[in-house]
């Protein structure tokens, strides 16, 4: 790894502080795309689909051609409007806030059972036995995959995750598709009250949604519904690592809960960048991009924009209003946003009150996963 590589994967808000002050739009002749930094640029190219689109038919024939294909590439997360408004409706009603606040008895009981398992043991370590877990078993259930395959899951995110190489995600994509297929077949035979199920029975103009649209539905809302909100609840205990003085005011008063959770999504957002292509030639922060380009805003950058945010890289509790772009902005808004703000405020305040005199330990360090988009730790121990 060049040093380089390592400062952006390492300290990425150093490298983006640098770039919003040298270069905010920066065309990257290695990677052959253009990069957006500062906060009201990353805004209008992730909400205004006419100039920035998220299909990448907008590509040469020639790039599409170098793209790694992902299963997601057909998904609704790839579609502008008026068709990505059509595929969105078939998946809101479950993700609503009213919807998402009949879950809280149940993601409460995955809690409080997880730290049973471990609480005999003296430590833990925060992501592989809490933050991993509970978001996985909550979509896994909520989508009617059995949640004891939640390793098989984590797999494909590993394997994905930076993957340059395009025979070994194939391989991966193989396997989501075989297994993602095995199940809804079974599922055509016989239904349960599950969101796969709910898919299958739904029609688009009188017809049934396609193999290839359910297999997409299930690879985004496995790996959306688990890995950003495992890096929610991993990185609010990194901020509390980070930010000490902190713990102690949430303890004296946990309505403070909603406003922490809140500044750790903007100080440290799951999804660092968003890709867009430029569907005609586009004008932004004063450079003209051309039509058919790739183009990354970084909303990790976006949100520690001084011209924004005062004191950006500090915890604000009483930052308001939180006008950051975590969960994107406009027709993408994203859908699993109340789910993921609750399972981190029920692992959070379930933490707190059953782990008394709780501590990070001091031995090993966290480093950040190696991933230019996803941004969480690869482990945080703590003994109580
Ligand atoms: C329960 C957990 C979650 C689920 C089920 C979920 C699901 C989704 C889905 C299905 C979309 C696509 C929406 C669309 O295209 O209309 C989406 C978009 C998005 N999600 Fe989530 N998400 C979850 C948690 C999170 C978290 C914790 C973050 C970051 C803090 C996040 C960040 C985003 C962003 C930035 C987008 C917009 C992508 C774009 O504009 O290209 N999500 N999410």
Known sequence: MTSLTKIRQQQPYKWYQTMRETSPVHYNEKEDCWEIFTYDEVKRVISDYSHFSSDHKYLSADKQEKMIRHINKDSLLKMDPPEHTVFRKLVNQPFMPKSVES???????????????????????????????????????????????????????????????????????????????????????????????????????????????????????????????ENVIGNSFLSLKEFPHILPRLLENKALLPDFIEEVIRLRPSIQRVTRYTAVESEIGGKTIPAGEKVYAWIGSANRDEKKFENADQIDLGRKPNQHLSFGQGSHYCLGAPLARLEAKIALSHFFEQMSAWRFTEDQEPNLVPSPVFHGVDRLLVEF
Not at 141 to 160: A, H
Not at 168 to 197: A, H, T
């Open 103 to 229: 879950l809280e008895p149940r993601i409460a009981a995955i809690a409080d059972d997880l730290l049973q398992a471990v609480r005999s043991k003296g430590r833990m370590d925060i992501i592989e036995d809490y933050a991993f877990p509970l978001p996985i078993i909550v979509i896994a259930e909520l989508l009617g995959f059995p949640p004891k395959d939640r390793d098989i899951f984590k797999s494909w995110v590993d394997q994905s995750q930076n993957v340059k190489d395009e025979k070994k995600m194939n391989e991966v994509q193989k396997q989501m598709i075989g297994y993602f297929m095995q199940f809804i077949l079974q599922r055509r035979k016989q239904p349960q009250n599950d969101l796969i199920s709910h898919l299958i029975s739904a029609d688009l103009d009188g017809e049934p949604l396609s193999d290839k649209q359910l297999i997409g539905f299930c690879g985004l809302l496995i790996v959306a519904g688990h890995v950003t909100t």
